[in-house]
């Protein structure tokens, strides 16, 4: 996969140098570029943004610098042009597996009052994918942030990114549709705190079993909306598993 993040700070960006992003990086995994859209303007001041039309705080970004850059870098297909904004609809688990599929993704980090409307109409029309996703209902200074989760999000689902991809399996949002449950390691005793005894019991069965009520009493108190959400047939599955 290929991803192309552009923002005004692209320094924003030099933690995708670090970890398993940046182990994918060097392994060849992911081919992720940042690129500084002022490298697409035209004027000695590279000047990216103007006053809104209709008045009202603040500027909006330019469509035709962005345009010169997304030409260019879609140019060797059709790629998924993302926008990470407040106002669009919420990235979640299942969007990080949908984008995971994707040849190419392009990152447009907006900053200021945002993106001219144009741009992402423009490449929907051109037929690109257009998804303005945002991580949450708060206002962030601009796109970089949001473009950071959203790329770690994806790119740990790409094959060979995680080690064991069986940690992908039960963690949080996972296929089971729950919260993950609590984990525990050495030592057994500390703070005056046990580890649970099923865990030391090494009976898999009530070790599974004791795992999956966890993760429906967490996902009942915290997120009713996720067992809400739940299918009766996923739900007897639950039971049936265990
Ligand atoms: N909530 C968001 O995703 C966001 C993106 C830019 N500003 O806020």
């Not at 949002?173 to 500390?190: C, F, M, Q, R, S």
Request: charged content about 25%; hydrophobic content about 40%; some cysteine.
């Amino acid at each position: 996969m290929r991803i192309d993040i552009v923002s005004i700070f692209p320094e924003y960006l030099a933690a995708l140098d670090l970890s398993l992003v940046g182990k994918a990086r060097v392994a060849g995994l992911l081919d992720l570029r940042v690129h500084d859209l002022r490298d697409w303007t035209t004027d000695r001041h590279r000047t990216v943004d103007d006053t809104p039309f209709g008045g009202g705080a603040g500027m909006v970004m330019r469509p035709d610098v962005w345009g010169q850059a997304i030409d260019e870098l879609t140019a060797t297909g059709p790629a998924h042009l993302v926008v990470p904004t407040p106002s669009g609809t919420t990235f979640t688990q299942r969007t990080a597996e949908a984008l995971a599929t994707e040849d190419q993704l392009v990152f447009a980090c907006g900053r200021y009052e945002g993106i001219d409307a144009r741009v992402a109409e423009h490449y929907r029309a051109a037929g690109h994918r257009v998804s303005e996703l945002s991580i949450g209902d708060y206002v962030l200074n601009g796109g970089e942030v949001a473009s950071l989760v959203m790329v770690e999000a994806v790119a740990r689902l790409l094959p060979g990114v995680i080690g064991n991809p069986e940690s992908l399996v039960e963690e949080s949002h996972g296929a089971a549709g729950l919260l993950e449950y609590p984990v525990y390691t050495k030592p057994p005793v500390w703070s005056d705190l046990e580890v649970p005894d099923v865990l030391l019991s090494g009976h898999h069965a009530k070790i599974r079993r004791w795992r999956r009520d966890r993760a429906l009493e967490k996902t009942s108190a915290r997120r009713p909306d996720l067992i809400a959400a739940l299918d009766a047939s996923t739900l007897d599955k639950h039971d049936r598993a265990f």
